[in-house]
């Protein structure tokens, strides 16, 4: 004990590491302050600094005669996004983001309880890849290959004309909302698409809430005498409210912003990403693709605003 | 027919695993009755049984008197105290209490004023608005026991209710929680490690091991009379003796229990009805209202001996490692044991 008591204090004087260590071991601000910099610079300038650019652009000027953009502040592209035609599209693409996470929200409930509460080990693995591998195929890949499942003649037709359901899917196709010629050209084809294309985003945030759970809540609940319906609605839809907000955050948002799956599947018609694309693309009138922007911002934060007020976040 | 509780050759088997193995118990109706096991020992999978989180895999349960195989938890006039407490996080103190009256239709009004009454009851009255998360442990615990009273279940049962808090704290709730069971008379079923816990509060304990009950009975009996040589030594410390040295003490080739404080050390000649033996001293532990001094027999077996501390003791200890020493015992003190017979 004595040998390294001497041993510590009798050492040579400290080396610049060494007091480099101590000062920001004495100052554990400026530590976190030097490891968060880098993160938080990236994050302000590339993320934050560019939006706020982009929505600034917004307010820019273009001439539709000369197709030039000047940077005199106008309200006129916001105005425009309630003309007729643009709430037009912004209507139709919330309608599908609300139908899309709603669907996903269901068909995923299931799966992440599942998951959550009975699988172990290896299961667990073998479910978390299965629900992510999806994903690792490429996106255009798998929108494309659903117009050939969709079309006239195609796979999922001649499957449900086996099991002799086609009068009930020409039924469906004539609805005014759903429907469309064939499948792949319909409302109905195109929610199909989009639900499978962002499932797993529903899936992972609902499990990882479930997850969350302690069974001895479950079990303290049926112990007090509620029946599992009223377990499930008085203890687990609370509690799984923030997951299913997270996950309809990714559903929201991913299909409000959209571009390619409007374009292959479904009837023709812009949706909000689709028009982001071709006024900057096309059109080259950045401003109104900036003012597009704003939109599903402003639905997300209002949907945000609801869901708090609805008491999601409570159990946070 | 005022069984509250009875188990008929009742086995749980996870697997290959025989968590429960053949128990048979019956609590009566109004008793506090503990189940006092080290973890593993299945004491906390009975306790799950009676609630209806588990089914048995054999045997028969009844729950005052009508068979509880196959009936659910929601069903089961049985409320629990969880270990951890199981509050809901999304509800305030006051809609936790309430829960159990609200999935059962109890109009809300009522339901106000019983919980407010259960919250009086266990001392919270002015917590009903907080969250569960802004409390500490203790105030939890009495959240959860009242959110069980409040249903006014005939069978309570308490899984290790009071693990997770401080010393004081615990004493405190001991007791609180034994006047609460007098006041309301219900059938309180206590899963414990801690047998002072269980000791102090229970009618009646039940020593659990390895899935089995070794021994039900109240706690003096349970501490004085030890049947086997796990409960001798789970319930308190104690000396257990076998084999040879058992046999050229008393004479016997039984394997028996001699309690640390039932121990002297011999002054003058040893009277007949006591035994006496040769040793030298190994440890001399201080601890507060006595000192614990560990013995060496001859043959390296050790021997514990407590020795209450009184104020006639100086500072110094009366026994130094190294002493040559001769403890005796009254013959009475000693318990023979059923198990653990003559080793070689």
């Known amino acids: ?316 | 027919m005022t069984e509250a509780v009875q188990f008929t050759g009742v086995s749980r088997l996870f697997g290959n695993t025989r968590a429960v193995d053949n128990v048979s118990l019956s609590i009566p109706d109004g008793e506090f009755f503990s189940m006092l096991g080290p973890s593993g020992s299945g004491k906390t999978t009975c306790l799950r049984l009676i609630a209806g989180f588990e089914q048995p895999s054999a045997g028969s349960i009844r729950l005052h008197g009508e068979e509880a195989a196959g009936v659910p938890p929601y069903l089961r006039d049985v409320n629990t105290v969880f270990q951890d407490y199981a509050l809901f996080p999304h509800m305030n103190v006051q809609d936790n209490v309430a829960y159990g009256l609200k999935v059962k239709g109890v109009a809300a009004a009522e339901r106000r004023t019983r919980a407010r009454e259960a919250l009086q009851m266990v001392a919270l009255g002015e917590f009903g608005e907080r969250r569960p998360a802004q409390l500490s442990g203790g105030q939890r615990q009495r959240v959860a026991l009242a959110r069980a009273l409040v249903n006014r279940p005939r069978v309570l049962l308490l899984d290790e209710p009071l693990g997770a808090l401080d010393l004081k704290l615990r004493e405190q709730m001991q007791s609180e929680l034994k006047k609460l069971q007098r006041q309301l008379g219900i059938t309180f079923v206590f899963v414990t490690h801690d047998q002072t816990e269980a000791l102090s509060m229970s009618d009646r304990v039940a020593v659990f091991n390895h899935g089995r009950i070794e021994q039900v009975a109240s706690p003096r009996e349970l501490y004085l009379k030890p049947q086997t040589a796990f409960v001798a030594e789970f319930v308190g410390t104690s000396n257990v003796l076998r084999g040879e040295l058992a046999q050229r003490l008393c004479g016997q080739p039984r394997a028996f229990s001699i309690r640390p404080e039932h121990i002297r050390f011999a002054q003058g000649e040893a009277a007949s009805d006591e035994v006496q033996v040769s040793a030298f001293v190994h440890d001399v532990q201080f601890q507060g209202s006595a000192t614990r001094i560990e013995l060496r027999l001859d043959n390296g077996q050790p021997l514990t001996v407590s020795q209450a501390n009184d104020h006639r003791q100086g500072q110094a200890p009366a026994w130094q490692p190294g002493q040559r020493i001769t403890a005796r015992w009254p013959r009475a003190a000693m318990t023979y044991l059923h198990d653990a017979q003559v080793l070689p």
């Open chain 1, 1 to 316: 004990m004595n040998l390294a008591l001497e041993h510590r204090t009798g050492g040579t004087a400290p080396g610049p590491r060494r007091r480099l260590a101590n000062l920001l071991y004495r100052r554990p601000g400026l530590y976190l302050a030097l490891l968060l910099l880098p993160p938080l610079a990236w994050f302000g300038a590339v993320y934050l600094g560019s939006l706020a650019n982009l929505l600034w652009q917004g307010l820019y000027t273009f001439d539709d005669f000369s197709m030039a953009v000047t940077p005199e502040l106008t309200l006129a592209n916001l105005v425009a996004l309630f003309n007729a035609a643009n709430l037009d599209i912004i209507l139709r693409t919330l309608a599908m983001a609300v139908a899309v996470s709603i669907a996903s929200a269901l068909l995923a409930f299931p799966i992440a309880w599942y998951m959550a509460r009975y699988t172990r080990g290896r299961m667990k693995a073998f479910f978390y890849i299965a629900v992510m591998l999806p994903m690792w195929a490429s996106y255009i890949v798998k929108a494309y290959s659903w117009t050939l499942l969709l079309a006239k003649g195609g796979v999922l037709q001649w499957f449900l004309a086996h099991l002799g359901l086609e009068p009930a899917l020409l039924w469906l196709l004539g609805l005014p909302w759903l429907g469309g010629s064939t499948l792949s050209t319909s409302h109905l084809g195109r929610f199909l698409v989009f639900v499978y294309i962002w499932l797993p985003f529903m899936i992972l945030p609902i499990q990882a809430a479930l997850e969350r759970l302690p069974p001895s809540l479950l079990q303290a609940s049926a112990d007090l005498g509620a029946t599992p319906r009223q377990t499930f609605v008085h203890v687990v839809l609370p509690l799984a409210v923030p997951g299913i907000a997270a996950g309809s955050i990714f559903t929201f948002s991913l299909t409000l912003g959209d571009f390619i799956v409007p374009q292959l599947v479904g009837p023709p018609g812009y949706f909000i990403g689709s028009m982001v694309y071709a006024q900057q693309g096309a059109i080259g009138n950045l401003p109104m693709a900036a003012a597009f922007t704003l939109v599903p911002i402003v639905l997300i934060a209002a949907y945000l605003a609801i869901v708090k007020r609805l008491g999601a976040f409570d159990a946070l």
